[in-house]
Structure formats: C-alpha cells, structure tokens
C-alpha cells in the first residue's frame, strides 16, 4: 500500500517562502519519479515540477521556474517542493504524487501519475 504523507504549507505575504515534504511509503521514492501538482479552486490540476529517481533530472512548470525547487531525500523516501518568491497566483492546494515505472511523458500531465499525497493548502497574499 503506497502512501504520501505531506506536511508544510500555509499562508505567507507575497515574496514569502514555503516548504512542502512529502514523505512516501510502501514505496521506494529513489526507484521512480515523484512530483509535485497544485489546484486552485475552479481550476484543473496542473503540474508544478517533476524530479527523477536516479539523476536527479528536473521538469518545472514555465509559471514556477526560477522560484520553486524540488528535491528529493531517497535515504529519507521523501521529495520537497521549496517554493521562494510566492505569488497570489501561486494559491492553491499542493499534492504530491508518485509513480510506477519510468519518466512519464508528458511529464506534467496528471492522468500519468498513480499515487496522491493528501493535499496541502498554500494560501500567498498581496
């Protein structure tokens, strides 16, 4: 039984800095890829960043590059999301997901992951 357990988030002024974790059992994160999605209300789930199990190889969304960073910790089976410079644009519900197999393709696409953290909220004034 895979589970993603994710902790972090919150509410920041515009320019602020969060961190997200992703924790992943029954599940072996340094194996496959993992990466992060977020869904603003009224909105459909879009992909923020990807990371890959062996290299380290790395996908951001265009609206996120420059500002957000994931990493992952394979001893620790956990993927991060360092998100610096926030934007109100960037409010939103964060989950993290996780795969079997390979890199996906298109990699930001969210019917190619399989497995779903809980969901946490990021709320970015102005």
């Known amino acids: 039984q895979v589970q993603l357990v994710q902790s972090g988030g919150g509410s920041v002024q515009a320019g602020g800095s969060l961190r997200l974790s992703c924790a992943a059992s029954?599940?072996?994160?340094?194996?496959?890829?993992m990466a992060w999605f977020r869904q603003a209300p009224g909105k459909e789930r879009e992909g923020v960043a990807v990371i890959s199990s062996s290299t380290g190889s790395t996908v951001y969304a265009d609206s996120v590059k420059g500002r957000f960073t994931i990493s992952r910790d394979n001893a620790k089976n956990t993927v991060y999301l360092q998100m610096n410079s926030l934007k109100p644009e960037d409010t939103a519900m964060y989950y993290c997901?996780?795969?079997?197999?390979?890199?996906?393709?298109?990699?930001?696409?969210?019917?190619?992951?399989?497995?779903w953290g809980q969901g946490t909220q990021v709320t970015v004034s102005s």
């Open positions: 997901a996780a795969r079997s197999g390979g890199w996906p393709w298109p990699p930001l696409q969210p019917n190619k992951w399989s497995y």
């Open positions: 029954g599940y072996t994160s340094g194996s496959s890829p």
